[in-house]
């Protein structure tokens, strides 16, 4: 019996005893209360008031609320002809609109009779084919002042779009398994769409402030996508009845409650969603609507990101009073979570607005209901709509985390304006005296972090686990609490470092951002008789068995490729949901084109090329593979130079010269790029702003900015301050091309690192450090960031993502630039970076190289590389952004519209350190140096010459092995000479 088999087996049986050990109940109660008597106060948002995002919405309309503006009881609809914009009015799908590009702005006129605060919403319709969500910014002047936005959120308002499944009937993958079903756009009008908070920290819709008088207010397109608007309202929310008003209303009327009828809808037969990320999945247990111990079935789905929704039809035979309840599994541990709740649309009672789902244990039947009774909603006869909607409900917790985390930032400002940023280990502080209240401040950070603890693990018996790093970060203020003093030097128990308490509360903002719940069913019913929502032990134990038992013969499981020599044979370093959609699109666009056939497989690890090709059995074609490995493939003979291939220099004009770096091996390009890497300058613009700070375009600003940002606590980030101990030469090599230093000249013996331009650039890295003290070491950009501790540096994609898509809170107070370089010259800023990505390439010994490049080809042209974007997000969701490295399909492709520009500029300065035998040596040289200069403070040259003579020699060492020698030498890919190989 194999490993893997073996492994199975003990898999199996550990979930065999867990299923045996949990039998818990099935039917709750969505607000049941679990812990009866708990009375704990939990608004601390007024004692620690966040003071870096004063803009905020919370903030501002907290101080309206302040100034007691009231919210007028009016109406004012303002149809498309009396728009202010250079566009003209025209029908569209039967209403009267005004066409918008990016760019474009309309401005409307409005004259209100009462000071107060108004709600706005808009009657919208979005015609493109591509998956865009409209991003309009809001700005408002009174009278004849100047237009402004009045909080971060006006800067950035994502309005929904509608999606709808492409095709009712589920698919089929060539092994019998339901694919995800692809969300569809819908061009439709989207009525009454009111601006809503996108951190979800607010539930009710955005207001402004309007005086009374003239008031005008202007829309503007941010980004790239067809955009029609027919009319703006602004108006307040009405008051909402409550549930016993609304049913006694509907008694009053002769309202019946039917007898013994359960209609039941799958979770993935909807209607209608507002975002690709509400995605449809496998569970393979039992008790699913949809189950098979040896098929796949897109059973389940879940919503849980801030402000998203989803819509079922619900057709009724009788008109009457019924009961919801939701078959679904809450995955948020030991916490509730809240949803909205529309039907036919709008919010029935105020109930319905806010309604809280306390957590339980596995699946449950959570019906809709007032601790032990359930709600009651009046259903016409024919068609009804049902929707669920995320609502924000744990964001008392949030602002009161986020106010410790700023009264840290406060107490680390006060104390690096003392000591100036820098730690001296002979140096001791009297810090109370220059402090006093220091002890009673941190006291109360840790009360304040102790009571949001009790609070989120009194929800419910099953305690919230992933809070218990709440009491670390206690602990480790009591420590500072008992020796103040200790305060500079134990930095990284306070803001310093992945485990410091502030960086404990930004990894908990982040757990309380997201209300996850995952649905099987929805039951619309009058009686109490629902079906159980989960499985007895015995049958999960005995399906447990027939899985374990089918997995020996299951063809999924199969490691081999066909043998079959017209099938190009192709592996796929991605997830398996990737290659399911790549082998989608290739069965439906590649082969009947073109008729080859190809047959794709997920890629494991990349140690199984090298062992397959030992043992002769390596398919045709790697795709998405990592570039970093592929020169090594190539110099010991493993792969098809490209460049002999019909057509390589058509495609490869599509890409940035540079980028083929990496894979050329002596006269050859043996790979083909696929994705692209980027480094982006990441800045808060609300902190810059406030501090009288612009965007730097060069490192002489950069560096000008250094003594105001340190003298508050604050600091730049370079990627050299978040690597390992050995720092990587993707990270060093910039800055030393950008200060016009060279690694190499033009051969591989001609270590240039100590020609005088390189050695000041060397030079320059180290004082970036020792002279002007940028942090040595940072767990997290990315919670730096979201904290302020580190309000600007450079970034890559994934952080860009992990801002936009999982930092809500910063949404209109972020933004990304190129990376600041160095002024030449000619004037030109250099702005050099590594940007590696992945490549495909094919072997040397397939029989089917000139069917693999024509595949290859397929898959590197824009057209595609576009098209799959779309169907990454059409199909998972918006986060599953791929950057493709062909130049005209990332501009075509759903990469966001607000950060295209900035990559693209960022592209033009591609410039990988090069590939020769023994290349490894410079970055293991290369980051001794610095640890030695920084770290130990030696001298710097003496590191250097000691670097040199290391790389020189093993460089030497392994060209000898190579075959190299006085009358053969290895030439190097250069900026100046790149064309040679890709014939550009």
Do not use: C
Request: proline share 4%; hydrophobic share 40%; net charge negative.
């Amino acid at each position: 019996m194999t490993r893997q088999y073996a492994k199975r087996i003990v898999t199996l049986f550990i979930i065999g005893f867990w299923t045996i050990l949990f039998f818990l109940p099935s039917t709750v109660h969505a607000n049941d209360r679990v812990l009866e008597d708990r009375e704990i106060e939990t608004d601390l948002s007024d004692d620690f008031d966040s003071q870096r995002d004063i803009n905020s919405y919370r903030n501002v309309y907290r101080e309206w609320l302040e100034q007691d503006y009231g919210t007028p009881s009016v109406r004012h609809v303002i149809e498309a002809e009396s728009f202010m914009t250079n566009s003209p009015v025209a029908e569209t799908l039967g209403r009267q609109s005004i066409g918008l590009d990016r760019g474009d702005f309309l401005e409307i006129d409005l004259t209100v009779e009462e000071t107060g605060l108004y709600e706005m919403s808009i009657d919208y319709l979005v015609l493109d084919e591509r998956i865009r969500n409209p991003l309009l910014a809001k700005e408002i002047a009174h009278g004849d002042g100047p237009f402004e936005t009045q909080y971060n959120e006006d800067a950035g308002i994502l309005l929904d779009l509608v999606y709808e499944k492409e095709y009712l009937e589920p698919k089929l993958d060539r092994y019998g398994d339901e694919i995800p079903i692809r969300a569809e756009s819908v061009e439709q009008w989207i009525s009454n769409h009111r601006f809503k908070d996108p951190a979800a920290l607010i539930k009710e819709p955005l207001k402004n402030l309007l005086v009374a008088g003239q008031n005008t207010i202007r829309l503007t397109l941010e980004n790239t996508v067809e955009l029609h608007i027919a009319s703006v309202t602004i108006s307040n929310s009405v008051k909402r009845m409550d549930y016993d008003e609304y049913l006694g209303q509907y008694l009053e009327q002769g309202a019946i409650r039917p007898q013994n009828i359960r209609m039941s809808i799958d979770s993935e037969d909807y209607a209608r969603k507002s975002s690709t990320s509400i995605s449809t999945f496998s569970v393979m247990e039992p008790h699913m609507s949809e189950y098979a111990f040896n098929k796949r079935y897109m059973n389940a789905i879940e919503i849980k990101r801030a402000n998203q929704w989803i819509e079922y039809d619900i057709d009724v035979e009788q008109s009457g009073l019924y009961r919801i309840a939701l078959k679904a599994e809450l995955t948020k541990q030991g916490l509730p979570v809240y949803r909205r709740i529309e039907v036919n649309g709008s919010v029935p009672f105020e109930e319905f607005n806010h309604l809280q789902i306390d957590f339980q244990r596995g699946w449950n039947n959570f019906v809709l209901s007032d601790d032990d009774k359930p709600y009651e909603v009046y259903l016409e006869q024919g068609l009804n709509t049902l929707r669920i909607e995320t609502s924000p409900g744990l964001n008392v917790h949030f602002e009161a985390i986020d106010g410790i985390l700023d009264d840290i930032q406060d107490l680390s400002m006060e104390i690096t304006s003392l000591t100036g940023g820098i730690t001296d280990r002979d140096r001791t502080w009297d810090i109370v005296s220059y402090i006093p209240d220091i002890v009673e401040r941190l006291t109360r950070m840790k009360e304040a972090v102790l009571n949001q603890y009790e609070l989120l693990t009194s929800y419910s018996r099953e305690k919230a686990a992933q809070f218990n790093t709440l009491n670390v970060a206690a602990r480790q203020l009591d420590e500072l609490i008992e020796n103040p003093d200790l305060i500079v030097e134990k930095a990284y128990l306070l803001n310093e470092g992945t485990s410091s308490t502030a960086n404990i509360l930004s990894r908990s903002l982040t757990e309380l951002m997201d209300e996850p719940m995952t649905l099987d069913r929805i039951h619309v019913y009058t009686d109490d008789d629902l079906p159980r929502a989960d499985s007895p032990w015995y049958v999960n134990l005995w399906e447990q068995i027939k899985m374990f038992f089918y997995s020996f013969f299951d063809p999924r499981y199969d490691l081999e490729l066909s043998d079959d020599p017209d099938v190009v044979r192709i592996w796929v370093s991605r997830s398996k949901l990737h290659v399911e959609l790549m082998q989608r699109m290739a069965d439906e666009r590649f082969t009947p084109d073109t008729g080859i056939e190809v047959e794709m497989m997920v890629l494991p690890n990349q140690n199984r090329i090298v062992l397959a090709n030992a043992a002769g059995k390596t398919p045709d074609l790697v795709i998405s593979q990592g570039g970093q490995s592929i020169y090594d493939y190539a110099s010991r003979n493993m792969l098809a130079d490209l460049s002999d291939m019909d057509g390589f220099q058509e495609i490869a004009s599509s890409f940035m010269p540079n980028s083929f770096v990496p894979y050329i091996f002596e006269d050859g390009v043996y790979a083909m790029p696929e994705t692209q890497d980027v480094a982006l300058l990441f800045y808060r613009t609300d902190i810059l702003s406030s501090l009288g700070l612009s965007v730097p375009n060069t490192l002489e600003e950069v560096l000008g900015m250094l003594p105001l940002l340190q003298s508050l606590g604050m600091n730049f980030y370079h990627p050299i301050s978040g690597s390992a101990a050995t720092k990587s030469i993707n990270h060093m090599s910039p800055l030393i091309y950008q200060q016009g230093g060279e690694l190499y000249g033009e051969t591989a013996t001609d270590v240039a690192i100590r020609d005088s331009s390189s050695v000041a650039a060397i030079k320059y890295m180290i004082d970036l450090y020792n002279v002007y003290n940028l942090p040595l070491q940072v767990g997290s950009f990315y919670e730096s960031f979201r904290s302020g501790v580190l309000p600007i540096g450079i970034g890559d994609q994934n952080m860009y993502i992990q801002l936009k898509y999982a930092a809500p809170e910063l949404i209109g107070q972020w933004g990304v630039a190129p990376i600041p370089g160095v002024e030449n010259d000619e004037g030109i800023v250099e702005r050099w970076d590594t940007a590696l990505g992945t490549a495909g390439f094919i072997f040397d010994d397939s029989e089917n190289k000139e069917r693999s490049w024509e595949f290859l080809k397929w898959w590197s042209s824009a057209e595609i590389q576009a098209e799959f974007s779309y169907e990454l997000i059409a199909n998972f969701g918006e986060l599953f952004l791929n950057m493709t490295a062909n130049i005209e399909g990332f501009i075509d492709s759903a990469w966001p519209e607000d950060s295209k520009e900035a990559i693209l500029a960022q592209w033009e300065w591609i410039r990988i350190p090069p590939r020769m035998p023994g290349y490894y040596i410079m970055e293991r040289e290369l980051s001794n140096v610095y640890n030695k200069a920084v770290f130990d403070r030696t001298n710097y040259r003496n590191a250097l010459d000691e670097a040199y003579f290391n790389i020189t020699r093993e460089i030497n060492r392994k060209l000898d092995e190579f075959g190299y020698g006085p009358t053969r030498t290895y030439r190097i890919p250069n900026n100046e000479n790149i064309d040679e190989w890709i014939g550009a």
